[in-house]
């Protein structure tokens, strides 16, 4: 890979002479890229780091904010064929879970290489649940960070909420307008990030993945809530190798109680 490829939607962390995947992280709703820069201390020299950078944020501010989360997939997907002569890995964290399924599918279509998908504290596509929060006025969005983040926000500062609120309203657009009655296979193995003590998933919700892989669904249950993967970032790091350096099938299914 030239260091000289580039894609606005794609924010490459490492890329190595010889690695032997790529692992491309897609942030939740509200998130950016650099959710995913300190990752890197994690990963060993083999494995190159990407994190997907949505448009209106960041260095892609000025960019008009996408349609709906397909044309988002759609996007994303282009952007990655630009990387995929290396097997590409897929994580991708609430909203991103559900975009990083999408681009999956859409990388199998089109026979480019995908290794693993791994998704985190989101019900699997068919289980989306009914909300539309982005209807709603800025307290009740603002509510619900709290509650996910379990405290105060960075928007609670006027200033912060003035610039930011407009993203994070179509972040939430996005994945409630998201609907999959039925969902398509993926013939790759999948694996499920679980933070126990987060009410925006149930362990019901989990074992739905099942339904996209033929693989037997790896289940990696994690202490904390919603945003457990911030202060645990090394620890999702480390099972998610666990489960590249596994027989396919043969990870990580612990048994799911709730």
């Keep these: 890979m030239s260091a000289k490829v580039r894609h606005p939607a794609v924010r490459c962390f490492r890329l190595s002479e010889q690695p032997s995947a790529r692992l491309v992280c897609l ?10 820069r300190d990752w890197g201390k ?29 044309a988002l997939a759609d996007e994303i997907t282009e952007a990655l064929t630009l990387f995929a002569e ?7 964290h609430s909203l991103g879970a559900a975009l990083a399924y999408e681009v999956a599918l859409r990388l199998r279509r089109r026979n480019l290489s995908l ?8 019900p699997a596509p068919h289980r989306q649940r009914e909300s539309a929060l982005h209807q709603r006025g800025d307290t009740a969005l603002l509510d619900d960070i ?3 983040s379990g405290g105060s926000t960075p928007l609670d500062e006027p ?29 790759v193995p999948v694996d499920v990030c679980f933070p126990v003590d987060d009410d925006e998933i149930s362990g019901d919700e989990v074992r739905a993945w099942q339904d996209v892989t033929p693989w037997t669904l790896g289940v990696l249950p994690f202490r904390g809530g919603h945003f457990y993967l911030r202060e645990q970032y090394r620890d999702v790091v480390d099972r ?3 489960q590249l350096d596994s027989p396919i099938g043969q990870g990580d299914r612990e048994h799911v109680t709730s």
């Design 159 to 187: 200033a912060m909420r003035e610039l930011f609120m407009p993203m994070l309203r179509n972040d939430y657009r996005l994945i409630e307008r998201y609907r999959r009655d039925f969902p398509d296979e993926i013939d």
């Design 86 to 92: 290396v097997p590409l890995v897929l994580f991708g």
């Design 115 to 122: 290794k693993r998908l791994v998704v985190s504290a989101h």
């Design 240 to 242: 998610v190798l666990k």
């Design 27 to 36: 942030p939740h709703a509200g998130g950016s890229a650099s959710c995913y």
């Design 42 to 70: 994690a990963l060993p020299d083999h494995l190159d780091l990407l994190a997907v950078q949505y448009p209106g944020r960041e260095e892609r501010y000025p960019e008009p904010f996408a349609d709906s989360l397909e």
């Design 146 to 148: 709290r509650r996910l």
